[in-house]
């Protein structure tokens, strides 16, 4: 809007609407004003905002602030005549001049505004009524809301787990079911191990069962933990008995041998990721010109991994379930054992629930272990783990614990 636009002609009747606001919370301080000039019809003419730079200053002070700037601004748009509308008492007295301010600083801004005054012909105080609205209010808000940035010393956190106690609150994670708070690094190696060791990730607050949310965690989460979430989401998706892993070492892709059952031209398959053809039986590369029978005769361990696994879990006394090929280690407990894929079998020679002489309620101890009692050779080339199954390298970071 221009100056020559709010030149009155005749007696225009202008508004001037101000105000000042300070918000105070504990060492947090916001202090700004609004400046609104309205015409006859109550269109907005002319309006500012802006912050108040003082930590000391008082509501008062932040009224007379805003009314100083809004009588200012009118008269250098060559307003004449222009109606000051207060919404509080203790303003409207104040522009009356029915008393002296006591205080030196009010005392100063009155003189101020006074002045302003006096280059204008007319300029009438109005007492809003409480149904009347304070156009300036909402500026006044913005100015404080947008414009007034404070340096707070950040409020301390302490971690549950590290028990740091010098922790910023923005670095603090929340568990979002439950409320429970730790620092941002220890969640951060919480999710990890447990993505490591194949476990659902729940709060590590002591007895908690709430679970994480992957949605909630990635912004802590480095790109190499959110790729293992997501292919652990996947995975716990497929049945054990139903997953499929690509024998290739550079792929390891996940696949469900649901998906795969449309593709499979005897038991030749290729990966859906890379296109490595190997077989869906034996879980190993495509073996040209042999049977699957003839292979694993040929090849007893079809990859140098599987003969360090098989080594490893000879030395570590692990089990491989029948069923679901998954290697298993019992730290205590009884030697019958149910695998996450449901089968139940006895941990000291292999055989199916009710199959041997191990009754429930063995627990287990070293010698049951390196006793071989069972009268099968399968069995018995369970118990030395010689069945080894193909898994992607990560399987083999830790055997399931029942």
């Known amino acids: 809007m221009e100056k020559d636009d709010l030149k009155p002609a005749g007696k225009p009747l202008y508004r001037l609407y101000f105000k000042g606001l300070v918000t105070e919370e504990k060492e947090m301080l916001f202090a700004g004003f609004g400046v609104a000039i309205c015409g006859d019809k109550e269109d907005l003419l002319f309006d500012m905002k802006g912050p108040i730079h003082d930590p000391a200053v008082t509501l008062l002070e932040a009224e007379l602030i805003a009314l100083k700037c809004g009588l200012r601004e009118a008269v250098?748009?060559?307003?004449?005549?222009?109606?000051?509308?207060?919404?509080?008492?203790?303003?409207?007295?104040?522009?009356?001049?029915?008393?002296?301010?006591?205080?030196?600083?009010?005392?100063?801004?009155?003189?101020?505004?006074?002045?302003?005054?006096?280059n204008l012909t007319s300029s009438v105080p109005v007492l809003l009524t409480r149904d009347q609205s304070n156009f300036a209010y909402e500026f006044a808000i913005e100015a404080i809301s947008s414009d007034i940035i404070i340096d707070i010393p950040p409020q301390k956190e302490t971690c549950n787990i590290c028990l740091n106690d010098d922790i910023n609150a923005d670095q603090m994670f929340s568990v979002d079911k439950c409320g429970h708070m730790f620092c941002s690094e220890c969640v951060k190696r919480h999710i990890e191990v447990k993505l490591l060791e194949g476990s659902l990730i729940s709060c590590p607050h002591y007895l908690c069962s709430s679970l994480l949310n992957s949605e909630f965690c990635v912004n802590i989460l480095t790109p190499k933990l959110k790729e293992m979430w997501e292919h652990k989401t996947k995975e716990n998706l497929i049945p054990v008995t139903n997953r499929v892993y690509c024998p290739n070492p550079r792929c390891s892709t996940l696949m469900s041998e649901t998906e795969l059952s449309g593709l499979i031209i005897g038991v030749r398959i290729c990966c859906v990721k890379c296109g490595e053809p190997f077989c869906i039986n034996c879980k190993v590369p495509w073996h040209n010109n042999f049977s699957c029978d003839e292979y694993k005769r040929l090849h007893p361990n079809a990859t140098e991994n599987d003969g360090k696994l098989k080594d490893l879990a000879n030395e570590k006394l692990w089990r491989q379930c029948s069923k679901c090929k998954h290697m298993i280690e019992l730290s205590s407990g009884c030697v019958s054992v149910i695998c996450r894929c449901g089968h139940e079998f006895c941990y000291r020679c292999g055989a199916d629930a009710g199959d041997c002489s191990h009754g429930h309620g063995l627990p287990l101890t070293d010698d049951l272990l390196l006793t071989p009692c069972s009268t099968s050779q399968d069995q018995f080339d369970f118990l030395l783990g010689l069945k080894i199954a193909h898994q992607p390298p990560i399987t083999f970071n830790s055997p399931e614990t029942l």
Not at 103 to 117: F, T, W, Y
């Open 76 to 118: 250098s748009l060559g307003i004449n005549h222009i109606s000051i509308c207060c919404d509080h008492d203790q303003i409207f007295e104040l522009v009356m001049g029915r008393f002296t301010p006591e205080q030196e600083n009010i005392a100063l801004l009155m003189r101020d505004v006074q002045g302003i005054r006096n």
